[in-house]
């Protein structure tokens, strides 16, 4: 893991930089005086300012206003878009009863306004700078960071604004770019950047947050980020495989955990600007955790004895009603009910969950009861929280010891075990169980690897309960064991699984691979019986709709981007 004191110049520098949301679109002409502008500021601090907005795209409070997110747990008006990912695939818990209510148009507002009116307005700005300076280094960062994030929005939202967007005032209405042809423009912008990584430089950036300028590195994730869009893409482009696979032969992309592309939150700071892991300050509160564990995830972890469960949970208590303790309509109130037909007839866990992992089912919503001090929380991996070492005590602001790491964590956006996965996944396609099952165990053996070396952030673990080498291994082995036994929808499934487990942390790569593939087959399904079409896509933000002439909201949650041609249906189930 990378903790370097580069932090210090972020922490000195955000004062000028944190105003990079703001209420306006981006078709607004108006001078915002929260945003950067080339009088005020050069391509240094543009190129840091990115990169926050880039890591808050993704994980974090996107809208400036902290309120947003502390309106309960789950997926929020801001959070940034893994959230949403995870929690549509049952890795974090969804507290609605039906989709088209729960993710409406309004809730993507702010990771659409960082998007263009942050990143892509700074990158408009601060090209011409950089280019007259021949800060060519400025420039390939800037092109790989807008290459991932137009993509992004490709992946969430299809038809996006690309080619005549961040132009205002000269266009204020810019027309909608297919998906396919913004995923063409994210590849030739990657091109750009690895050029632009090895060619000459009058100078490199003071404050580079992610390889402290090692351009040897940034060139191995430009091209590990043409590898996912090639792989994201093998279902619509004949030409994907091949292309991805010149990139493994070149072995010029990330294969070690030590060039992973994270986004380290220091956890310097709680006050605004807040640079904690955002999961740790939703949920090491004083009144207890905001967010409900996933019921699916943990029953996943628990049944097959996954020696991640204490890096990635803290269980402030070891008795649940329903199972240790007899129900309690207080404070768990479905122990005292039926499964619902549906999940019976699937034998899905329901309700509650043994050992003290006090989460919730998919869907339920059925309130806040005062159970703060007892909900598992986020652990020591990847939000800088607690080691479990069955303490089974209150996190919170209460005392140092309740702490963890302080939301030292990060934000997995390119890593070494991704790319395993994603070579698994190739392999499988091609009918290649054996080299699948070599990439999976490979996958597997380095994230847990990397979730394990998180134990060091919480200075008062006890890591006695640590799982030893052999117990890893022996899960590791298992599960190929099991991988190689398997067929069809078995094989799918178990490689699936572990997929979403080891992705916890980045629901882009989870949601982006269940709507690839269609697997895993075991998710929980929704509370409710009928919740409505699972989402392939997303509203337009509301903003977009109302601000742009251009964009028609769309009707339905079941249409498609452009790489996603499976079939809907059952020929193509999607848990609901």
């Not at 549906?342 to 899905?348: L, Q, V, W």
């Not at 599960?479 to 036994?485: L, Q």
């Not at 398997?486 to 790569?509: K, P, Q, T």
Request: negative net charge; charged residues 20%; contains cysteine.
């Amino acid at each position: 893991m990378k903790r370097t004191n580069r932090y210090i110049a972020l922490a000195l520098l955000v004062g000028l930089l944190i105003g990079t949301s703001c209420e306006t679109t981006e078709l607004d002409i108006t001078s915002d005086p929260n945003f950067l502008t080339p009088d005020q500021a050069g391509p240094d601090f543009f190129i840091t300012s990115m990169q926050e907005d880039f890591a808050r795209q993704l994980d974090g409070d996107v809208s400036g206003d902290p309120n947003d997110n502390f309106t309960g747990g789950g997926f929020q008006i801001g959070d940034g878009l893994s959230p949403l990912g995870m929690e549509l695939t049952r890795v974090m818990q969804m507290r609605s009863r039906d989709y088209a209510s729960t993710y409406q148009d309004t809730d993507v507002d702010d990771e659409w306004d960082n998007a263009y009116r942050g990143i892509l307005r700074d990158i408009r700005n601060m090209t011409p700078l950089a280019e007259d300076a021949g800060l060519t280094r400025h420039l390939g960062i800037a092109q790989f960071i807008e290459a991932y994030i137009i993509s992004t929005l490709v992946d969430f939202f299809g038809d996006i604004p690309y080619t005549e967007a961040a132009q205002a005032p000269e266009i204020l209405n810019p027309s909608l770019d297919s998906g396919e042809s913004v995923y063409a423009a994210a590849q030739a912008l990657l091109d750009q950047a690895i050029a632009n990584f090895t060619n000459t430089a009058t100078a490199t950036p003071p404050t580079e947050l992610f390889y402290n300028n090692d351009y040897t590195k940034w060139v191995k994730a430009a091209n590990t980020l043409k590898m996912k869009l090639y792989l994201q893409t093998r279902l619509v482009d004949p030409g994907a495989v091949a292309a991805f696979n010149a990139i493994v032969a070149s072995g010029n992309y990330i294969t070690d955990t030590a060039d992973d592309l994270d986004w380290n939150w220091p956890g310097t700071s709680a006050a605004q600007p807040d640079n904690r892991h955002p999961r740790y300050g939703l949920n090491y509160i004083s009144n207890g955790p905001a967010d409900y564990t996933s019921n699916w995830l943990v029953n996943q972890m628990q049944l097959k004895n996954d020696p991640r469960i204490r890096y990635y949970f803290y269980r402030q208590t070891n008795e649940v009603p329903g199972e240790e303790l007899p129900p309690d309509e207080q404070t768990i109130r479905c122990s005292l009910q039926t499964p619902p037909a549906h999940y019976t007839a699937g034998g899905f866990t329901f309700c509650a969950l043994p050992n003290g992992y006090w989460g919730r089912d998919h869907g339920d919503d059925q309130g806040t009861p005062p159970d703060g001090p007892l909900r598992s929380t986020w652990g020591v991996y990847p939000a800088g929280g607690r080691f479990d070492d069955n303490t089974f005590s209150a996190v919170g602001q209460t005392n140092v010891a309740s702490l963890g790491g302080n939301g030292v964590g990060i934000t997995p956006i390119l890593n070494a075990f991704m790319v395993d996965f994603w070579r698994a996944e190739m392999a499988l396609v091609n009918g290649d169980a054996g080299a699948a099952r070599t990439f999976l165990e490979a996958g597997m053996a380095k994230q847990i690897a990397k979730a394990r070396g998180f134990v060091s952030l919480d200075p008062n673990a006890d890591t006695s309960f640590e799982p030893s080498a052999a117990d890893v291994t022996d899960f590791i082995t298992a599960e190929g064991i099991a991988f190689a036994a398997a067929s069809g929808d078995d094989r799918w499934n178990i490689l699936s699984e572990n997929y979403f487990v080891a992705h916890y942390g980045n629901g882009v790569e989870i949601y982006n691979f269940y709507r690839r593939t269609g697997f895993p087959t075991t998710l929980q399904p929704n509370r409710e019986p009928d919740p409505g079409t699972f989402p392939r896509v997303m509203f337009y933000p509301n903003q977009a709709v109302t601000s742009n002439s251009n964009i028609t909201q769309r009707t339905s949650l079941a249409e498609q981007v452009f790489w996603d041609n499976n079939p809907t249906g059952p020929a193509f189930p999607m848990a609901n």
